[in-house]
């Protein structure tokens, strides 16, 4: 058994005689002495093999990179000049007494310390790209980030409880991931895309506090940074209202950002209403580290002769708002394009500015192309309201709502990081009072914001069917620095009012008792007050790390096309294994996504 | 916010204002007075409501069993001789001030403190049943089990990492459940069996140690006591050697039974090597608190006139062996005939026996019907190695070894706990020196006795296709009480000796290409020794709280037809869902099993 990670010794062992296993970092002929950098999941540690010791200095000559080494030699201080203060062991050097090559390798089809090899060569090989200290350390912290989680929780008596993987559909609207029966002929179970219900059924069972650090399935076009199986931290509580569990919520935040990375968060987090959080960032994950804010104008707008403005103001959905950027009227032209090429891709139609050349003149000092369309008193409400200085730019947006909030809310952020307005620290907050349900015009009918069983606010309860769109909910999202990285609800638990909820949503009764007939019958059984919440543990670790995707914080991921480059799954079956399944292919018509 | 839980109100409590939430378990009208039995996970307490407080007293009045109640009142003692001492809160009684009812209840199906509901009726209302006491208790220890191997893993450095549970077929020998791929048109992904290859990549990543509580995944015929999906804990170190391993993984366990129930395992445990198992038990995972064993009689059977046991010991495979009853003597005939037909069961087809009445008359003092076949010699042998005394009863067994081994291994622990040769404490070993391969007479081939990546003991290179039958490996199984509850291995790290395994096993090289390239692939890149376990987290808390079935311990289990009763997963899709799978259902034509 080893005395020492390589990477943890320093001048603490010096003239101690070390027994170390590791592998070949780097190997080095210098002056007829062969330096080896010995690596650990601890680091590197300089090994040197003296011309003196004959055995070990020709077994020396044939190590290569990558072998696996068992080293047995004495920790010295380095020759003045060679320490190298980058590495913890830099001060020292082990001389080997003993020296066995434990495997050989192959040439690796990269450095270790490569920085800028292809992500599909590191997934292809990624039991060597694991190797490398960055995905040692993002793997490392992801453990201790589940292991701080876990510390907290069990000390505030909440259970680890583990719900199945094999299951039937969840109510997420994703694709589910089905798994067909071999047993129950044409049967299929389904993977979970959370264990939702099942924790709401052991909050009915008592069990009071529950968790899992649990994986979960959504068979969806992967976009962006998403994986086909990804991890939550989820938790649920009975007899908690929503404020006592945000407190406590906060807190698991507090301690594993501490534990994990000795970061302090703020405490208290700030809480943003979702209303406030649209009016000031246009976002419901709004990045508070940008220090720059949407100002509303829409009650300016209505009857002015420019019609872009005049038709969003008007609009029952619409809004006009202003993005003020300090200094901005030093933007080009050319770089005004690339934000109104930017926002277009959000639906943004256009992107029109006023630049503020000298305030104190008056109209005299702005300029802007759409000045002409604009009443003088308008254009200095737009000024007194922004706070708009002398050289600052004024950009707006005019359109339904949600565009103007999409396209101003990430130019907030682009514009906020490119051009200093952002600081570096960590900015949680929590986004409360959501609207109970969104209209969905495709389908035209209220959805659930969150999900059917989040309960309205207290008060709202009429509102339900009265009047939906002003329902709130006791919905709650913990954000951090532009992302969302948990959301939650006080549940239901009253029969009567989740059918109300199922009323407003258009689901029938029979649909209701299909879908989740066994969670209304549960309400019935006295279930208790109960609520959670559940965090995207790949996000909070990408974060933390750094990374730029959560495919660097997962062992063993999958591509945006939902493979694994490195075992090649999914893959080809037996004709047998499908026979006993009781399912054929279709003959492939035409190539899907 | 609770200020106690109910279960956990004692007399430290006397005067205090306390406010609990909790299940009405029981209500009863006495004397004028409202008593009601309040539940939470932690235990009972009374609740008393005198008709004084008419408010309170008026709704206790509309109170029914399983109504959701918020109490809030005095801590009192109990009257004279009404202590129930069976309860932690039996010295006390909690006086109403102020009660709300939070949720009612529909009268349950059954009550729950009932203990003969069938498991039917449980499963099916399976939010009630985990009400019961037992249930919360159950699943109680699981999650203290798993936080205890959580903490020492973590303090002895191994890091808990993810591996998927999408993936691709892994070499375990059942079925695999397949997910069929959307994205990649007639692909699957198979569930893991166990995480086995993906250990050891993270072993050639140099992760040194890594431990994950892992879901896994068999579409077996569910047999007994098992589950389609069940959880391990799955553990792989480097650079240790079997020795190291073993006494790391003893320490974990004995530290579980201390930290979940108080348990003192044995320190160290005792090591058994296969053939001595099988020898002196018939089994692998021998019963140690049976005191019963085996005795070899095969080398003075051949050539006896008793032609059953003259066969057995003349085959190759053949075995005759003796189980001694002490006080056996005592047995009826109906009862000889009862376990002449459970040993049938394991193939065996007869049972013969000696009584010995009095050891002093010779072959007088014995009673049996095979003494006549028997030289006297042969007979005082049996008397010596199985040290028969007046009373005592022998067993025997011939046949095939296998047979004889499992049909007077059975017989053993069955006679051993009924007839009073057992002790009721806890008594793990460690079993050792497993042959490598063991001989598979359907398919007339050497089958891998643990798994194919299985290192062989040292010095057993050559024997590997020299001698396959006599190389030993370096695998080690962990039982307790007749119960594998882990197993595992030094693994293979060189591609030199895995090649010469898979001729063994008569693998071809393309064969074993196609099902594990990528590990073969990362054998070449340096990997280092290493080994693990794997401990069936299922078995071990079923153990531990000396429940009957391990449906008992999982929260949510499945029946044997692998079907859950309370979701009723698995279930039918729509067709649109097959559609988008590029898969059809084949017509039924006969019943499966």
Not at 151 to 178: H, M
Not at 225 to 230: I, L
């Amino acid at each position: 058994m080893r005395t020492n990670y390589c990477g943890a010794i320093n001048t603490h062992y010096l003239d101690e005689i070390v027994t170390l296993y590791g592998w070949v970092h780097r190997r080095r002929d210098h002056g007829g002495v062969i330096f080896i950098d010995l690596r650990d999941r601890e680091g590197l540690v300089q090994i040197v093999c003296d011309p003196d010791n004959i055995e070990t200095f020709e077994l020396a000559e044939k190590i290569r990179n990558e072998f696996v080494l068992m080293i047995v030699g004495k920790v010295r201080r380095r020759p003045e000049g060679t320490v190298n203060p980058s590495l913890h062991s830099g001060e020292i050097e082990v001389l080997v007494v003993n020296m066995e090559i434990l495997n050989t390798s192959l040439t690796p089809p990269f450095l270790m310390d490569d920085e800028h090899i292809s992500e599909f060569v590191r997934l292809e090989h990624r039991y060597l790209d694991l190797r490398r200290p960055v995905m040692q350390s993002n793997l490392r912290l992801r453990h201790k980030v589940t292991m701080a989680v876990r510390v907290f929780l069990d000390q505030q008596g909440f259970l680890d409880i583990e719900t199945p993987i094999l299951t039937k559909s969840t109510p997420e609207g994703a694709r589910d991931y089905l798994v067909p029966s071999r047993v129950n002929v044409n049967h299929f179970f389904a993977l979970p895309q959370s264990p939702q219900l099942f924790k709401q059924l052991l909050m009915v069972s008592g069990f009071d506090r529950y968790y899992q650090i649990a994986r979960c399935f959504r068979d969806e076009d992967l976009r962006a940074d998403r994986q086909p199986e990804f991890t939550q931290i989820d938790i649920e509580t009975s007899f908690l209202t929503a404020e006592e569990i945000m407190t406590l919520m906060e807190q698991m935040i507090r301690h594993l950002f501490k534990a994990a990375s000795n970061i302090d968060l703020p405490d208290p987090f700030p809480r943003l209403t979702y209303a406030q959080a649209m009016h000031k960032y246009g976002s419901d994950k709004p990045d508070l580290r940008v220090a720059l804010e949407l100002t509303e104008l829409t009650d300016i707008m209505q009857g002015v002769p420019f019609k872009v403005f005049k038709d969003a103001a008007d609009k029952p959905n619409g809004r006009v708002a202003a993005l003020r950027i300090p200094n901005g009227s030093q933007l080009t032209r050319k770089e005004i394009d690339d934000y109104t090429q930017f926002v277009s891709i959000y639906g943004a139609k256009g992107l029109a500015y006023i630049k503020i050349n000298k305030r104190e003149d008056g109209l005299q000092g702005l300029q802007s192309p759409i000045l002409k369309f604009l009443p003088e008193k308008t254009v200095f409400t737009i000024l007194e309201r922004t706070g708009a200085q002398n050289g600052d730019l004024i950009f707006f947006g005019a359109d339904k709502a949600s565009i103007v909030n999409e396209s101003l809310g990430a130019l907030r952020i682009k514009i906020g990081h490119q051009h200093g307005h952002a600081t570096s620290d960590w900015r949680p907050a929590w986004i409360v009072d959501f609207p109970m349900f969104e209209w969905d015009e495709e389908e035209n009918r209220w959805q659930a914001l969150h999900h059917p069983f989040t309960s309205p606010a207290d008060g709202h309860e009429d509102l339900l069917l009265e009047n939906p769109g002003q329902a709130l909910s006791k919905a709650y999202d913990m954000v951090l620095n532009g992302s969302e990285i948990g959301g939650g609800s006080v549940r239901i638990h009253r029969e009567d009012v989740q059918k109300k909820v199922f009323r407003a949503l258009n689901i029938s009764e029979d649909e209701a008792r299909e879908k989740f007939s066994f969670l209304l019958e549960a309400l019935q059984y006295g279930a208790p007050p109960h609520g959670g919440i559940a965090f995207g543990l790949d996000r909070i670790v990408t974060l933390m790390t750094g990374s730029e995707s959560i495919r660097d914080v997962i062992a063993f991921p999958k591509t945006q096309r939902a493979q694994c480059l490195l075992t090649h799954a999914p893959d080809t079956v037996d004709e047998k294994q499908l026979r006993e399944l009781n399912i054929r292919l279709r003959k492939i018509d035409q190539p899907k996504n």
